[in-house]
């Protein structure tokens, strides 16, 4: 089984900065992609971010909303992804989501895995 843990959300004031980290864990062989999607109250989930493959080749991927202001980073051999979040703003507040497709050990074709979620509040 594949387990993946988001951490680092909280409150932050407009213009302040968040370091987001996706946490892989199992019976993992390796880890293709992993993603960051968000959702604010009300609001459809969309992605964030994308980064795809490992070392200084790896793809990466922004929607329009990011202007700049995030990096989405991983530790290819801890299977872990982050996102570095600078000059949040009240628009930013949403639950942030990890996924990744994960090849599990015995598997021969990779399958999606979710997280729950890490709250991010941006609020004077």
């Known amino acids: 089984q594949v387990q993946l843990v988001e951490s680092g959300g909280g409150l932050v004031q407009p213009g302040g900065s968040l370091r987001l980290a996706c946490a892989a864990s199992?019976?993992?062989?390796?880890?293709?992609?992993m993603r960051w999607y968000r959702q604010a109250p009300g609001a459809k989930r969309e992605l964030v971010a994308v980064?795809?493959?490992?070392?200084?080749?790896?793809?990466?991927h922004y929607e329009d909303f990011v202007r700049g202001r995030f990096t989405i980073s991983r530790a290819y051999a801890e299977n872990t992804a982050y996102l570095q979040m600078n000059n949040l703003g009240p628009e930013d507040t949403a639950v942030y989501l990890c996924?990744?497709?994960?090849?599990?050990?015995?598997?021969?074709?990779?399958?999606?895995?979710w997280g729950q979620g890490t709250q991010v509040t941006v609020s004077s």
């Open positions: 199992g019976s993992i062989r390796s880890i293709n992609a």
């Open positions: 980064i795809n493959g490992s070392g200084p080749t790896a793809y990466v």
């Open positions: 996924n990744a497709d994960v090849l599990v050990n015995g598997a021969i074709q990779q399958s999606r895995y």
